[in-house]
């Protein structure tokens, strides 16, 4: 299984990005997909996640109301779309797929960066 995530770059304060990850595999038969984050010098963390089974998607608190992250199956592809981005950091995105007895599948990155 191969994630590509595409769709980072620069921009400024109160601007929208959307993410894309493109799944090599059909995304209906994944356990769950998400987003995690990560800045220099901190660890990962979670951005997003969805599950297949319909289930409400969640989000960290410092994205809710701005992030939304959503599936298209018959495109195979994750996206987040991330409005009102707020400067100060430049983490790179990170694309992940969870599929039970598997385990999970990570992307390259694609990194954000937001100016003031």
């Known amino acids: 299984l191969q994630l590509v995530e595409s769709g980072g770059g620069l921009v400024q304060a109160g601007d929208s990005l959307r993410l894309s990850c493109a799944a090599s595999g059909s995304t209906s038969s994944f356990n769950s997909m998400g987003w995690y984050r990560q800045a220099p010098g901190n660890e990962r963390e979670v951005v997003a996640c969805?599950?297949?089974?319909?289930?409400?998607?969640n989000y960290a608190d410092s994205v809710k109301g701005r992030f939304t992250i959503s599936r298209d199956n018959a495109k195979n592809t994750l996206y987040l779309q991330m409005n009102d981005l707020r400067p100060g950091v430049t983490p790179v995105y990170y694309c992940y797929v969870w599929i039970t007895a598997h385990g999970s599948y990570w992307g390259q990155g694609t990194q954000v960066n937001v100016s003031s």
């Open positions: 969805i599950t297949s089974d319909g289930g409400p998607s």
